[in-house]
């Protein structure tokens, strides 16, 4: 049987190079999805090197020629793209509250977490149909649920980061429209927040390991036939079905 195939966004580091790890060791053939060749080589040798079939594909979401020619290589070298995982994420750090962020840097955080992501599936759903469980993970964050934002014992209740919240939150209901959509053909989309995890987007603040966070996404890009679309699950591997989180 041919091996399903993988790409991720945003996969030379952070929580994206980990679920490269995760899916290629479930045996899957991953493409990691980097805007900077040199970093995206070395980090599918690094996979190579344990045994995983991993290539890099030059790819920056934020610009749709970049995406255009990474998807014609794709559809020349895989021919089908069975799991698409929308990772590729930025933030600027601690911002000011919203009264006085910058119009400028949220629109740049949604270029990329927002439209980077519509872009990427846009342009990958003609390789995605030719799968017969294609599956779309969009990496959102706990942070962009308005429950959690209006709920005073939330650890979001004192976040900042207007735009990267609102930018998840919008993320969000693309993978609910995306999911609607796509539902007849058997495409399933959902959006799975990896919990709050040491990497660079936040200077290494956070509980979880990259290790740890992978898992939802990894869960969401192998779901079965009977599996959800168009949810919003929480990271928690103790509970066989992953639970789902408050919008
Ligand atoms: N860390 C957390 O606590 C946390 C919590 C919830 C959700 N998330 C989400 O998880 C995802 C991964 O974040 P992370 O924590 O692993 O952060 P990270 O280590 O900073 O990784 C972010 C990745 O996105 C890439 N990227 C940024 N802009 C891009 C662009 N225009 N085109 C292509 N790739 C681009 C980065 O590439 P470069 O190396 O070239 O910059 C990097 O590979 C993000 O969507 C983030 O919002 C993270």
């Not at 079939?53 to 979401?61: K, M, P, R, T, Y």
């Not at 990894?218 to 990271?235: E, I, K, Q, S, Y």
């Amino acid at each position: 049987m041919a091996k399903s195939i993988a790409l991720i966004t945003g996969a030379n580091k952070g929580i994206g190079f980990e679920i490269a790890r995760q899916l290629g060791k479930r045996g899957f053939i991953v493409w990691l999805g980097c805007r900077d060749q040199s970093r995206g080589d070395d980090a599918a040798k690094k996979l190579r090197e344990e045994g995983i079939e991993a290539n890099s594909l030059l790819l920056d979401v934020a610009d749709a020629e970049s995406i255009q020619a990474a998807v014609e290589h794709l559809g020349k070298y895989a021919g089908v793209l069975d799991a698409l995982i929308n990772n590729a994420g930025m933030n600027f750090g601690r911002p000011p509250p919203p009264s006085q962020e910058s119009v400028e840097q949220m629109r740049a955080i949604f270029d990329v977490n927002v439209f980077g992501a519509v872009r990427v599936t846009q342009a990958c759903l003609p390789l995605l149909r030719k799968s017969t469980a294609g599956r779309i993970v969009m990496m959102s964050s706990g942070l962009g649920s308005i429950a959690s934002t209006l709920d005073m014992t939330s650890e979001n209740w004192n976040i900042g980061s207007a735009g990267y919240c609102a930018s998840k939150t919008a993320l969000n209901m693309f993978t609910v429209k995306f999911a609607k959509e796509l539902a007849v053909e058997g495409i399933k989309v959902n959006a799975a927040d990896p919990g709050l995890t040491a990497t660079d987007l936040n200077g290494h603040m956070g509980h979880r390991s990259p290790v740890e966070a992978a898992a939802i996404a990894v869960r969401l890009a192998t779901l079965d036939n009977l599996g959800p679309t168009g949810g919003f699950f929480l990271n928690d591997d103790s509970d066989p079905r992953p639970p789902r989180h408050p919008w």
